[in-house]
């Protein structure tokens, strides 16, 4: 049993996870069923079915959670329950909780201060209730040790995948419908991620300004990304550039996962110098898609990467400037980036990922 993580339509990571998750895990032999808070009646919310409604609402649970200890749990007709995103209350079946890093403590700063206390109380309680963690990173485990005081010996590592249709070569003819739909030229940098401070959007925007001017007439910058906290003077500084007559273009709408598949494989250079990431799947998507790498130093990131992008500072724009230009000119770099970065993404799918959680409920129900 999964509960998926749903946010308005749109997938976020942990959306992303949680469908995968759903797809995926059927083959690594679980039967599986969708739960998920509030309680839908079905249909489909973003790109994930909803099977079913949980047995009571989330707010009910929690509320009696606190209010009488003693209650009964609430049954559900599961051997394992899975929580892809914090919310757990109490359960007559074991728990398992992804918690995919700790960020509303460790760093407040980037979390929108509305929701930052209620994320700090549910993962605390998510750290505490479930029967065992899984994390997608040794970075996040040290993080989740220190922020929630869990017991390592209660977290697995099961990092994060990309679907088999990124490990193949998209129809050269649908690229190009793409990029010509979206005023794009191949051979351009790249982002995707949503528009936050973490991501470090506005320090790419200024590495790339500062690039040759011939570089920039040459290749675009193109952001693929929704608006998210705290984004309204990046997104000025981008319209900016682009009325002054820069090469940056702004997809904010993109959704298909095929359209997004042909926007990476008519990249030059992927750029991903976020300041914090419990995973990156980005990352991983660009490896498979035969992008060469440019990412940060700090966090998960270079236990994702290992070795096959080019890191650099997040915080020195001069630093991610000049990996841009080294991948977008250097053909043997690209070449032993693309290499390395393909073989990367070899290890990460999502099919790896449903048998390693697999193995985590089998060694949760057989303690």
């Not at 599961?78 to 960020?103: E, F, G, N, S, W």
Request: aromatic fraction near 8%; hydrophobic fraction near 45%.
């Amino acid at each position: 049993m999964i509960e998926p993580g749903l946010t308005g339509g749109r997938l976020d990571g942990i959306g992303v996870y949680t469908d995968a998750m759903l797809r995926y895990l059927p083959g690594a032999g679980c039967t599986v069923t969708a739960y998920a808070w509030p309680r839908l009646r079905g249909g489909a919310l973003g790109d994930i079915s909803v099977g079913q409604p949980m047995p009571q609402s989330f707010e009910a649970a929690s509320l009696r959670d606190l209010l009488t200890p003693r209650a009964n749990r609430v049954h559900m007709p599961a051997d394992i329950y899975h929580a892809t995103d914090y919310r757990i209350v109490r359960m007559d079946c074991p728990q398992v909780a992804t918690l995919h890093d700790a960020l509303p403590i460790s760093h407040p700063e980037w979390c929108r201060p509305g929701l930052r206390g209620v994320k700090n109380w549910l993962q605390r309680k998510a750290a505490h209730k479930a029967d065992h963690v899984i994390a997608m990173s040794h970075f996040a485990i040290d993080e989740l040790v220190s922020c929630f005081g869990i017991d390592p010996n209660r977290i697995s590592v099961v990092p994060n995948g990309v679907d088999d249709a990124w490990l193949q070569v998209p129809d050269t003819d649908a690229v190009a419908a793409t990029l010509r739909a979206n005023g794009l030229r191949a051979g351009y940098f790249l982002f995707v991620g949503t528009l936050q401070p973490r991501k470090n959007v506005e320090r790419l925007l200024a590495a790339y300004l500062q690039l040759p001017a011939a570089m920039r007439a040459e290749r675009q910058l193109v952001i693929v990304g929704a608006a998210g906290w705290l984004c309204s003077e990046l997104l000025r500084r981008l319209a900016a550039a682009s009325e002054n007559g820069e090469q940056v273009v702004w997809l904010n709408t993109l959704t298909s996962g095929a359209a997004l598949r042909h926007v990476y494989a008519g990249a030059g250079v992927f750029v991903f110098a976020s300041l914090y990431e419990g995973f990156g799947i980005p990352v991983a998507e660009a490896f498979a898609a035969g992008v060469p790498v440019v990412a940060s130093n700090t966090s998960s990131l270079p236990e994702v990467t290992q070795g096959a992008a080019l890191e650099v500072d997040p915080l020195d724009v001069g630093a991610i400037g000049a990996a841009m230009l080294a991948l977008a000119r250097d053909e043997g770099l690209r070449a032993r980036c693309i290499a390395a970065g393909r073989m990367r993404a070899a290890k990460l799918t999502w099919q790896e990922s449903a048998r390693r959680t697999t193995a985590v409920y089998h060694t949760l129900l057989s303690s």
